[in-house]
């Protein structure tokens, strides 16, 4: 690591793994603090149930107990919030019921915690939880989004009538597309489920929290995300305390996938226990917990209409879904399948007429929420799944009919950014490139001339395309603020240069696996021209760094890379006033490069370190300007970042099984500029074995009780290392022209783009052997592909 200037665009290992793979890693269940005690939770074994005693006199009389709080000790306090404002259709407001932070009346889901036990070990706490007597009445349960809005169905709140949260539409009126689709010349329409998906990040919740009688100062250490969006919300919306009574520690994370954004009960719940027993309080969720109150992702049942003209033009699109958000509202539950979804339905089509019609239901099963994609997943297999079966019914080639309906190219600098007809307006692309690369790789003519002589011989072959967009970097925070959010959505990046030109970095972002401490040092070690080992990246800590609004929706270079660029201009800009004094010439004569200041046409200069140590140290130094080098900077982004790409499956179906095999994956994407082409990379890799978990092998399953049927590894199959092929990607480039550093964002784009090329693939196999079936319910398990094959 000599090199002192070029990093953007190298693959540098990632300098963070060093700790974790020699187990140094420092994670939340790692953290033991003095006095420390252990929580344990009674959970409802019932999806809805009436409370009628609880009982813990036994338990509070077992060894090492310490405290026992119920619903009625909590009761005063405030649930946690929703982040996110939505309105019905007429104006009213959603439906927004409080999410206590233990249950009083009515378990609402499976696991909803009645009671919380402290005791001096986890292994007493929880023994003394299983001594806790609870009577409960047994109701009926809703786990169906659409079963859920019908006469007759059980409540889940009483003020939510038809168990109807919001509804939502977005996009040009309805009577509009009515009448396109009616005189379109042909029709293709679909009714499918996007199952349910939960999170499972390696790692599962764990929080610790104490209290500090002699300053009156409470910290949280929470596997999170966003450290300082959970103390706003904890501080100002469910507890009352001052923010800067609390501070906030989000240390090594293992994974989050979205699930680890959102503010839980359980760390609201420790922070106010804390000071109730004056010792620290920790709970590390089990792994059946983790199934059961992670917030899941996905589940919508949605029913949509493609039109097309006479040459195979689309004409408009018409989307119905019941979206379903669980018990609760969590925290940015309400936006997902609205304004992260419908928003992104123009894909990268010209279609003129759009209209997404969404229904947001409550139900009796753990909360949904944003899940690695957050709604443009959603967007995209929708469409995806569409086109592909368009091309099926209308016998034509599926790169023909996308080609001839994508957007044209545009760079969103001479030519202006495309305007959608659902709010969002594209900021750069080339959709027809990542198309063409992509079938280039895959050798497409050839393969379909092997599809037809595989059918021939009675072997299912089958390819499946799936192009995608998604939008990141979340938008410009008065736009979003227009929208519902109740937050802000900028970042912050603070750089400080020590005297010795060795540079701390303080950054909003937070790294759970995407390589911050490597990504963000090679941007600031290619701005200042130093090596990356004199660059320090600090996050996580809410009293180290000033303010910053976390890590999601793949924003962190986007977003929390440009604030820190916007710092580093200002130090360059202030180290030239000092360079010029020191090199007695004019600050518009000076240039900074490969860390040096130089005096134009000369060859005087002065380096990076004899700068930041005169800053410091300023005997010599211009009148007027302050010592130091140290500037923060908050970045509100122009837009949404728009990444896109191409995603290619070809599979083999067993014709007596209905098995399917993974034969090959092609992946073209274009997130921008790269700065780490091998972390990229890795980031798709991981996207796609979502992706194609969630088309093969992955989805949550309630029966009509409320109770989750396959909430352990025993019954809720993950995708292993042997399930796939070696993936095939590559990148195209086309930079954003918003934001400094001309990146887009790749964290979710595996996750978007995979699932529907994999469905898509498996009904191509099925049409080649005459089998004309519209759709498979994912997971496409051996057993429904072959009663697909049979029917």
Same mark, same amino acid.
């Given at each position: 690591?000599?090199?002192?200037?070029?990093?953007?665009?190298?693959?540098?290992?990632?300098?963070?793994?060093?700790?974790?793979?020699?187990?140094?890693?420092?994670?939340?269940?790692?953290?033991?603090?003095?006095?420390?005690?252990?929580?344990?939770?009674?959970?409802?074994?019932?999806?809805?149930?009436?409370?009628?005693?609880?009982?813990?006199?036994?338990?509070?009389?077992?060894?090492?107990?310490?405290?026992?709080?119920?619903?009625?000790?909590?009761?005063?306090?405030?649930?946690?919030?929703?982040?996110?404002?939505?309105?019905?259709?007429?104006?009213?407001?959603?439906?927004?019921?409080?999410?206590?932070?233990?249950?009083?009346?009515?378990?609402?889901?499976?696991?909803?915690?009645?009671?919380?036990?402290?005791?001096?070990?986890?292994?007493?706490?929880?023994?003394?939880?299983?001594?806790?007597?609870?009577?409960?009445?047994?109701?009926?349960?809703?786990?169906?989004?659409?079963?859920?809005?019908?006469?007759?169905?059980?409540?889940?709140?009483?003020?939510?009538?038809?168990?109807?949260?919001?509804?939502?539409?977005?996009?040009?009126?309805?009577?509009?597309?009515?009448?396109?689709?009616?005189?379109?010349?042909?029709?293709?329409?679909?009714?499918?489920?996007?199952?349910?998906?939960?999170?499972?990040?390696?790692?599962?919740?764990?929080?610790?929290?104490?209290?500090?009688?002699?300053?009156?100062?409470?910290?949280?250490?929470?596997?999170?995300?966003?450290?300082?969006?959970?103390?706003?919300?904890?501080?100002?919306?469910?507890?009352?305390?001052?923010?800067?009574?609390?501070?906030?520690?989000?240390?090594?994370?293992?994974?989050?996938?979205?699930?680890?954004?959102?503010?839980?009960?359980?760390?609201?719940?420790?922070?106010?226990?804390?000071?109730?027993?004056?010792?620290?309080?920790?709970?590390?969720?089990?792994?059946?917990?983790?199934?059961?109150?992670?917030?899941?992702?996905?589940?919508?049942?949605?029913?949509?209409?493609?039109?097309?003209?006479?040459?195979?033009?689309?004409?408009?699109?018409?989307?119905?879904?019941?979206?379903?958000?669980?018990?609760?509202?969590?925290?940015?539950?309400?936006?997902?399948?609205?304004?992260?979804?419908?928003?992104?339905?123009?894909?990268?089509?010209?279609?003129?007429?759009?209209?997404?019609?969404?229904?947001?239901?409550?139900?009796?099963?753990?909360?949904?929420?944003?899940?690695?994609?957050?709604?443009?997943?959603?967007?995209?297999?929708?469409?995806?799944?569409?086109?592909?079966?368009?091309?099926?019914?209308?016998?034509?080639?599926?790169?023909?009919?996308?080609?001839?309906?994508?957007?044209?190219?545009?760079?969103?600098?001479?030519?202006?950014?495309?305007?959608?007809?659902?709010?969002?307006?594209?900021?750069?692309?080339?959709?027809?490139?990542?198309?063409?690369?992509?079938?280039?790789?895959?050798?497409?003519?050839?393969?379909?001339?092997?599809?037809?002589?595989?059918?021939?011989?009675?072997?299912?072959?089958?390819?499946?395309?799936?192009?995608?967009?998604?939008?990141?970097?979340?938008?410009?925070?008065?736009?979003?603020?227009?929208?519902?959010?109740?937050?802000?959505?900028?970042?912050?990046?603070?750089?400080?240069?020590?005297?010795?030109?060795?540079?701390?970095?303080?950054?909003?972002?937070?790294?759970?696996?995407?390589?911050?401490?490597?990504?963000?040092?090679?941007?600031?070690?290619?701005?200042?021209?130093?090596?990356?080992?004199?660059?320090?990246?600090?996050?996580?800590?809410?009293?180290?760094?000033?303010?910053?609004?976390?890590?999601?929706?793949?924003?962190?270079?986007?977003?929390?890379?440009?604030?820190?660029?916007?710092?580093?201009?200002?130090?360059?800009?202030? &180290?030239?006033?000092?360079?010029?004094?020191?090199?007695?010439?004019? #600050? *518009?004569?000076?240039?900074? +490069? %490969? /860390?040096?200041? @130089?005096?134009?046409?000369?060859?005087?200069?002065?380096?990076?370190?004899?700068?930041?140590?005169?800053?410091?140290?300023?005997?010599?130094?211009?009148?007027?300007?302050?010592?130091?080098?140290?500037?923060?900077?908050?970045?509100?982004?122009?837009?949404?970042?728009?990444?896109?790409?191409?995603?290619?499956?070809?599979?083999?179906?067993?014709?007596?099984?209905?098995?399917?095999?993974?034969?090959?994956?092609?992946?073209?994407?274009?997130?921008?500029?790269?700065?780490?082409?091998?972390?990229?990379?890795?980031?798709?890799? &991981?996207?796609?074995?979502?992706?194609?978990?969630?088309?093969?092998? #992955? *989805?949550?399953?309630?029966? +009509? %009780? /409320?109770?989750? @049927?396959?909430?352990?590894?025993?019954?809720?199959?993950?995708?292993?290392?042997?399930?796939?092929?070696?993936?095939?990607?590559?990148?195209?480039?086309?930079?954003?022209?918003?934001?400094?550093?001309?990146?887009?964002?790749?964290?979710?784009?595996?996750?978007?783009?995979?699932?529907?090329?994999?469905?898509?693939?498996?009904?191509?196999?099925?049409?080649?052997?005459?089998?004309?079936?519209?759709?498979?319910?994912?997971?496409?398990?051996?057993?429904?592909?072959?009663?697909?094959?049979?029917?």
């Amino acid at each position: 690591m000599s090199t002192t200037n070029g990093w953007i665009g190298k693959s540098v290992k990632r300098v963070e793994d060093k700790r974790f793979i020699t187990g140094k890693g420092n994670y939340t269940d790692d953290i033991v603090l003095p006095h420390q005690t252990y929580a344990s939770f009674v959970r409802s074994p019932y999806a809805h149930a009436r409370i009628l005693s609880v009982d813990t006199s036994a338990a509070a009389a077992m060894p090492g107990v310490v405290a026992i709080f119920t619903g009625k000790d909590v009761a005063e306090v405030n649930g946690v919030p929703c982040g996110w404002l939505l309105h019905f259709k007429n104006g009213d407001p959603m439906k927004e019921p409080k999410h206590p932070l233990l249950v009083t009346d009515k378990a609402l889901h499976v696991g909803d915690a009645v009671a919380i036990v402290i005791a001096e070990s986890a292994a007493e706490a929880k023994d003394a939880a299983e001594v806790v007597m609870v009577d409960y009445e047994e109701l009926p349960a809703v786990t169906d989004a659409f079963k859920a809005t019908q006469a007759g169905a059980s409540l889940v709140h009483d003020d939510a009538p038809n168990n109807i949260c919001f509804d939502w539409t977005l996009g040009n009126p309805i009577e509009e597309v009515d009448a396109a689709i009616a005189a379109s010349a042909h029709v293709t329409t679909l009714e499918f489920v996007n199952q349910r998906m939960v999170p499972n990040a390696i790692e599962p919740r764990a929080y610790n929290s104490s209290y500090e009688a002699s300053t009156d100062k409470y910290t949280l250490y929470t596997s999170t995300q966003n450290p300082h969006l959970i103390r706003l919300l904890m501080c100002a919306f469910v507890l009352g305390i001052p923010e800067h009574k609390v501070r906030v520690v989000g240390p090594d994370v293992g994974g989050g996938f979205g699930s680890k954004i959102f503010h839980y009960t359980e760390e609201a719940l420790l922070t106010w226990a804390t000071r109730k027993i004056g010792r620290p309080v920790k709970w590390t969720s089990t792994r059946s917990e983790s199934f059961l109150l992670d917030a899941h992702g996905r589940d919508h049942i949605t029913k949509a209409d493609m039109g097309f003209d006479k040459d195979g033009k689309i004409t408009a699109l018409r989307v119905k879904t019941y979206a379903n958000l669980g018990a609760y509202l969590s925290t940015f539950a309400s936006c997902v399948p609205t304004y992260l979804h419908g928003t992104l339905l123009q894909g990268l089509y010209t279609t003129p007429k759009i209209n997404v019609d969404v229904t947001a239901v409550f139900t009796n099963t753990c909360v949904v929420d944003a899940y690695r994609g957050a709604g443009r997943p959603e967007a995209t297999y929708l469409l995806e799944r569409l086109v592909d079966l368009a091309a099926l019914e209308l016998n034509t080639d599926p790169v023909e009919l996308r080609m001839k309906n994508f957007i044209p190219p545009f760079d969103g600098i001479t030519q202006p950014g495309y305007q959608t007809q659902v709010a969002l307006q594209y900021d750069s692309g080339n959709y027809q490139g990542v198309l063409k690369k992509g079938i280039e790789m895959l050798g497409y003519a050839d393969l379909r001339k092997a599809q037809k002589e595989a059918a021939a011989n009675g072997r299912l072959l089958g390819i499946g395309i799936s192009t995608y967009i998604e939008a990141c970097g979340i938008a410009p925070s008065a736009v979003v603020g227009s929208l519902g959010a109740r937050a802000g959505l900028y970042e912050v990046g603070q750089v400080r240069i020590q005297p010795t030109g060795k540079v701390s970095v303080y950054t909003g972002a937070h790294s759970h696996g995407q390589g911050h401490e490597t990504t963000f040092a090679q941007v600031v070690a290619d701005k200042f021209g130093i090596p990356m080992e004199d660059v320090e990246i600090i996050h996580g800590d809410s009293e180290a760094v000033a303010f910053g609004m976390g890590t999601y929706g793949s924003r962190s270079l986007a977003v929390g890379g440009s604030a820190i660029v916007k710092s580093i201009e200002k130090i360059i800009e202030k &180290g030239k006033k000092i360079a010029a004094h020191k090199l007695e010439a004019s #600050e *518009g004569d000076v240039n900074f +490069e %490969n /860390g040096k200041f @130089t005096v134009k046409g000369t060859d005087k200069s002065v380096s990076f370190g004899d700068v930041a140590l005169t800053a410091y140290v300023p005997h010599h130094y211009p009148k007027d300007l302050e010592p130091g080098l140290d500037f923060s900077s908050f970045y509100d982004p122009a837009n949404f970042t728009y990444p896109f790409g191409c995603h290619i499956a070809v599979v083999e179906v067993e014709k007596e099984t209905g098995k399917v095999h993974l034969k090959r994956f092609v992946a073209v994407d274009d997130v921008g500029n790269i700065i780490n082409p091998m972390i990229v990379e890795g980031q798709i890799h &991981g996207g796609l074995a979502q992706g194609i978990g969630q088309a093969l092998f #992955e *989805g949550a399953d309630y029966d +009509e %009780n /409320g109770q989750l @049927t396959n909430g352990s590894y025993m019954d809720y199959c993950m995708p292993r290392a042997d399930d796939f092929p070696m993936f095939e990607t590559a990148s195209q480039v086309t930079p954003c022209p918003h934001n400094p550093l001309g990146v887009k964002g790749a964290g979710e784009a595996g996750a978007i783009g995979s699932t529907p090329a994999v469905v898509n693939a498996v009904i191509d196999a099925l049409w080649s052997a005459g089998h004309k079936v519209k759709d498979i319910r994912m997971p496409m398990t051996s057993e429904r592909v072959w009663r697909a094959m049979q029917s």
